[in-house]
């Protein structure tokens, strides 16, 4: 492989080019081989890098890690000569905002360990040869030509790795048992369809290093003796799912897929399957049958997939992240990954961080640090000098946790124990300004809505509670709604089929129990405590704050504001939706909520 | 445009020789029906019924099952798209990040609901589920480009954009 000092990634996102960035790219390739840097300077196409619309065209150099921005053919012969010759950084081309990549991901934050997320960002996704540098390929390699399926298992199992995926049941076990059954061919499956509002660290892996995925999924076959594999990718994802299909016809001419690998005998192929739209489809069961190109709705398990899974053949199926952690375990050692995390929780784990927090974006951490670490130092704190209310954690189908759970330390049994779970890493943190029962309104939206409608419980029953909630939201919640509640929760728990409906009621649990005095409030006062609940609040437009700019008649969707320019304006309540664009586009803070 | 000549069953003969290519390209596949149809809707824009009838009998599956499918993913659609599809996303994070205020100023400017298209076919206006963006918030796509951090301000020109070209 060549040396090179110096790496260019140039956008050839869609809108770039259209914006002229094959022309500034080939500008740049002909000026580097006039000025005779051509072998020192690698030039790569990427995918976005900043925002294409404000941006583009724009690349980034490595290793200065400098973001440049808006060019044009004309201006490459003074870039090149600048910062390729004479080593100097042009200001007057650098971005005047932040990378896209760099803002989801950036530099590692303190605390952060980076395992799974090691190489995104650094590598060229599009380059064999790239993650090949980075010790790529070399565990499979020490896999097929010096251990028995039996040792890594062993290995997988002594470091104590669990499924990322939400539940937590250790990866090695679900190998051992898919191993034993003795039928063929066994198949291995990928679940990429991360669904969890909220999470995106499974994008984030499969679009920046899909090897990893890829060299794990050939280990993990090899330790159970599968010869054909799918990951099941969710269409929202278009650019994970080219990315995977370069990856693994690049593995295909590299021999480390398909027949014979490494000369051992053993074979194996991959194959990408796209989901279309269903949240379900991340239910193991219903991501096989949607493989299999039905409906993706859940069976009852017992038979679980290792038994009979993919045509009715034994299955193994693992999460995204702990297919990707397997190369490093081999390459590193059982004891290296179990010295990280807590007793029963090894290792690492990426989380997305979104909501009202400063930082958001990925993370990956080791397991046992506390609520409060990833919150205030990882995150940055909440956003706007407000106050943190609560925490989603596990996506649609886990539990909020409040300031008293701040100091648990981040594990399986921790977080199941407090009432909520793990899931798949998706944190979304929310400030005073949230309204509670609008939040479980929205979670049971989204249920309702990805419901299969397979089990009445499930079908039937999110439906009932998201009609409560919205009944308590508009202002029309009864005497007894509460009751009512809990024992739909605590029925649609115990008779769901599969873990969608099973889980389905735990946001509205956690809330209730959490914030039963904000559901109170609704009912009974017919208030939102945190002024969101449209039908219990109104705008106001303060006559000595306002300016009378116009800016907020202008953006009024119902045209409720009137006023003349200079004076101050007003609303009307009768024509109001109370959507709140206007207190959102006010530049002097003159709207204020009333309850 | 070329002029395209329609059968009795309902579809067109450019149509119709696109779905028998994905067809012909899929049908050995295990599980092959989610891949053409995942293929028909990236390539013909819908699925409509005519097509599923046709695809049920080229695959040789009751139509019943190819109907099921369809309706069950909801990426599938059985109409044709706007020229520009944007998709509000409705993932969390965004729906706290003001996704529904945008919509709401969307219907005024276009006049359709979610899942509706403009008459003149430039726009269709759909729901969709956490794109994955989360850090961008509030996001809508528009067709294959996700939209990130948009100011409610600013909002209204790209409405327009679209509904012009």
Same mark, same amino acid.
Not at chain 1, 165 to 192: E, M, S
């Given at each position: 492989?060549?040396?090179?000092?110096?790496?260019?990634?140039?956008?050839? /996102?869609?809108?770039?080019?259209?914006?002229?960035?094959?022309?500034?790219?080939?500008?740049?390739?002909?000026?580097?081989?006039?000025?005779?840097?051509?072998?020192?300077?690698?030039?790569?196409?990427?995918?976005?890098?900043?925002?294409?619309?404000?941006?583009?065209?724009?690349?980034?150099?490595?290793?200065?890690? *400098?973001?440049?921005?808006?060019?044009? *053919?004309?201006?490459?012969?003074?870039? *090149?000569?600048?910062?390729?010759?004479?080593?100097?950084?042009?200001?007057?081309?650098?971005?005047?905002?932040?990378?896209?990549? /760099?803002?989801?991901?950036?530099?590692?934050?303190?605390?952060?360990?980076?395992?799974?997320?090691?190489?995104?960002?650094?590598?060229?996704?599009?380059?064999?040869?790239?993650?090949?540098?980075?010790?790529?390929?070399?565990?499979?390699?020490?896999?097929?030509?010096?251990?028995?399926?039996?040792?890594?298992?062993?290995? !997988?199992?002594?470091?104590?790795?669990?499924?990322?995926?939400?539940?937590?049941?250790?990866?090695?076990?679900?190998?051992?048992?898919?191993?034993?059954?003795?039928?063929?061919?066994?198949?291995?499956?990928?679940?990429?369809?991360?669904?969890?509002?909220?999470?995106?660290?499974?994008?984030?892996?499969?679009?920046?290093?899909?090897?990893?995925?890829?060299? #794990?999924?050939?280990?993990?076959?090899?330790?159970?003796?599968?010869?054909?594999?799918?990951?099941?990718?969710?269409?929202?994802?278009?650019?994970?799912?080219?990315?995977?299909?370069?990856?693994?016809?690049?593995?295909?001419?590299?021999?480390?897929?398909?027949?014979?690998?490494?000369?051992?005998?053993?074979?194996?192929?991959?194959? *990408?399957?796209?989901?279309?739209?269903?949240?379900?489809?991340?239910?193991?069961?219903?991501?096989?049958?949607?493989?299999?190109?039905?409906? #993706?709705?859940?069976?009852?398990?017992?038979?679980?997939?290792? !038994?009979?899974?993919?045509?009715?053949?034994?299955?193994?199926?693992?999460?995204?992240?702990?297919?990707?952690?397997?190369?490093?375990?081999?390459?590193?050692?059982?004891?290296?990954?179990?010295?990280?995390?807590?007793?029963?929780?090894?290792?690492?784990?990426?989380?997305?961080?979104?909501?009202?927090?400063?930082?958001?974006?990925?993370?990956?951490?080791?397991?046992?640090?506390?609520?409060?670490?990833?919150?205030?130092?990882?995150?940055? #704190?909440?956003?706007?000098?407000?106050?943190?209310?609560?925490?989603?954690?596990?996506?649609?189908?886990?539990?909020?946790?409040?300031?008293?759970?701040?100091?648990?330390?981040?594990?399986?049994?921790?977080?199941?124990?407090?009432?909520?779970?793990?899931?798949?890493?998706?944190?979304?943190?929310?400030?005073?300004?949230?309204?509670?029962?609008?939040?479980?309104?929205?979670?049971?939206?989204?249920?309702?809505?990805?419901?299969?409608?397979?089990?009445?419980?499930?079908?039937?029953?999110?439906?009932?509670?998201?009609?409560?909630?919205?009944?308590?939201?508009?202002?029309?919640?009864?005497? #007894?709604?509460?009751?009512?509640?809990?024992?739909?929760?605590?029925?649609?728990?115990?008779?769901?089929?599969? =873990?969608?409906?099973?889980?389905?009621?735990?946001?509205?649990?956690?809330?209730?129990?959490?914030?039963?005095?904000?559901?109170?409030?609704?009912?009974?006062?017919?208030?939102?405590?945190?002024?969101?609940?449209?039908?219990?609040?109104?705008?106001?437009?303060?006559?000595?704050?306002?300016?009378?700019?116009?800016?907020?008649?202008?953006?009024?969707?119902?045209?409720?504001?009137?006023?003349?320019?200079?004076?101050?304006?007003?609303?009307?309540?009768?024509?109001?939706?109370?959507? =709140?664009?206007?207190?959102?586009?006010?530049?002097?803070?003159?709207?204020?909520?009333?309850? | 445009?070329?002029?395209?000549?329609?059968?009795?069953?309902?579809?067109?003969?450019?149509?119709?020789?696109?779905?028998?290519?994905?067809?012909?390209?899929?049908?050995?596949?295990?599980?092959?029906?989610?891949?053409?149809?995942?293929?028909?809707?990236?390539?013909?824009?819908?699925?409509?019924?005519?097509?599923?009838?046709?695809?049920?009998?080229?695959?040789?599956?009751?139509?019943?099952?190819?109907?099921?499918?369809?309706?069950?993913?909801?990426?599938?659609?059985?109409?044709?798209?706007?020229?520009?599809?944007?998709?509000?996303?409705?993932?969390?994070?965004?729906?706290?990040?003001?996704?529904?205020?945008?919509?709401?100023?969307?219907?005024?400017?276009?006049?359709?609901?979610?899942?509706?298209?403009?008459?003149?076919?430039?726009?269709?206006?759909?729901?969709?589920?956490?794109?994955?963006?989360?850090?961008?918030?509030?996001?809508?796509?528009?067709?294959?480009?996700?939209?990130?951090?948009?100011?409610?301000?600013?909002?209204?020109?790209?409405?327009?954009?679209?509904?012009?070209?």
């Amino acid at each position: 492989m060549a040396f090179y000092r110096s790496h260019v990634l140039i956008s050839v /996102d869609p809108e770039c080019l259209s914006r002229g960035a094959h022309e500034v790219l080939d500008a740049l390739n002909d000026e580097l081989i006039v000025q005779g840097l051509n072998d020192e300077v690698q030039v790569l196409e990427t995918s976005r890098i900043g925002d294409p619309y404000r941006l583009g065209p724009d690349m980034l150099v490595y290793p200065e890690n *400098v973001h440049y921005a808006n060019l044009s *053919v004309d201006d490459i012969p003074y870039l *090149v000569e600048e910062h390729f010759l004479k080593g100097r950084v042009v200001e007057k081309f650098r971005a005047s905002e932040k990378a896209i990549a /760099d803002e989801e991901l950036g530099a590692p934050k303190p605390k952060e360990v980076r395992v799974v997320l090691r190489n995104c960002g650094k590598i060229d996704p599009h380059n064999i040869e790239d993650y090949i540098a980075e010790d790529g390929y070399q565990a499979l390699a020490r896999v097929i030509t010096a251990m028995k399926p039996e040792q890594v298992i062993d290995e !997988v199992m002594q470091s104590g790795l669990r499924g990322r995926g939400g539940a937590g049941f250790p990866a090695a076990k679900k190998w051992q048992l898919c191993r034993q059954v003795p039928d063929n061919p066994k198949y291995l499956t990928c679940n990429a369809d991360e669904g969890d509002p909220g999470a995106f660290m499974n994008r984030r892996v499969l679009e920046s290093d899909p090897h990893s995925v890829v060299e #794990g999924m050939i280990i993990a076959a090899y330790a159970i003796g599968a010869r054909m594999g799918y990951i099941y990718c969710r269409a929202e994802y278009p650019i994970a799912v080219q990315n995977l299909n370069i990856a693994i016809s690049q593995a295909r001419e590299f021999g480390f897929l398909g027949e014979n690998i490494f000369g051992s005998g053993f074979s194996f192929e991959l194959e *990408v399957r796209m989901g279309a739209g269903a949240f379900v489809c991340g239910e193991e069961t219903a991501l096989i049958a949607s493989i299999e190109g039905k409906r #993706g709705e859940p069976r009852p398990r017992p038979p679980f997939p290792a !038994v009979k899974g993919v045509w009715g053949k034994p299955t193994n199926n693992n999460n995204v992240e702990t297919y990707a952690v397997v190369p490093q375990i081999i390459l590193n050692g059982a004891n290296w990954y179990a010295s990280m995390g807590t007793e029963k929780s090894k290792g690492t784990k990426t989380f997305a961080i979104a909501g009202d927090v400063i930082h958001t974006g990925l993370i990956e951490v080791p397991f046992g640090i506390t609520l409060r670490e990833v919150i205030f130092e990882v995150g940055g #704190g909440i956003k706007d000098g407000k106050k943190f209310k609560a925490i989603q954690t596990g996506g649609p189908m886990g539990g909020c946790l409040v300031e008293e759970h701040l100091d648990l330390p981040l594990d399986y049994e921790a977080l199941t124990a407090a009432g909520s779970m793990m899931g798949s890493g998706g944190l979304i943190i929310m400030d005073d300004e949230t309204c509670m029962v609008d939040m479980a309104r929205f979670f049971m939206e989204f249920t309702q809505d990805e419901s299969c409608g397979k089990c009445t419980p499930c079908r039937v029953g999110t439906r009932r509670l998201l009609e409560i909630h919205e009944k308590i939201c508009a202002g029309n919640g009864e005497p #007894g709604d509460l009751e009512l509640l809990e024992d739909l929760c605590s029925e649609i728990m115990k008779n769901s089929l599969c =873990g969608l409906g099973q889980g389905a009621p735990n946001p509205v649990v956690s809330m209730m129990k959490h914030f039963r005095a904000e559901y109170e409030a609704h009912i009974f006062e017919k208030k939102c405590p945190a002024k969101v609940c449209r039908a219990l609040i109104c705008y106001e437009i303060q006559p000595p704050v306002c300016t009378g700019c116009t800016v907020c008649s202008r953006n009024c969707p119902v045209e409720a504001i009137s006023g003349e320019r200079r004076q101050a304006h007003q609303i009307d309540a009768a024509k109001c939706i109370r959507c =709140g664009i206007c207190a959102q586009v006010c530049n002097f803070n003159a709207i204020s909520v009333l309850s | 445009m070329e002029a395209t000549v329609t059968h009795t069953d309902g579809i067109c003969d450019n149509k119709r020789a696109l779905l028998d290519e994905i067809i012909t390209a899929n049908r050995e596949r295990p599980g092959a029906l989610m891949v053409v149809l995942n293929e028909t809707q990236n390539k013909v824009g819908y699925v409509s019924e005519p097509m599923q009838v046709y695809i049920a009998r080229k695959m040789r599956v009751p139509v019943g099952a190819v109907h099921g499918v369809v309706t069950f993913y909801s990426f599938f659609t059985t109409q044709p798209r706007g020229k520009h599809t944007m998709k509000f996303c409705m993932g969390t994070a965004c729906y706290v990040g003001g996704v529904p205020q945008l919509m709401e100023k969307a219907k005024q400017l276009t006049g359709i609901e979610m899942g509706q298209t403009t008459s003149d076919g430039q726009l269709t206006m759909e729901l969709c589920r956490c794109v994955g963006a989360c850090s961008q918030a509030p996001v809508v796509t528009v067709d294959e480009e996700v939209i990130g951090r948009i100011k409610p301000t600013k909002f209204p020109q790209l409405i327009k954009k679209l509904l012009e070209g």
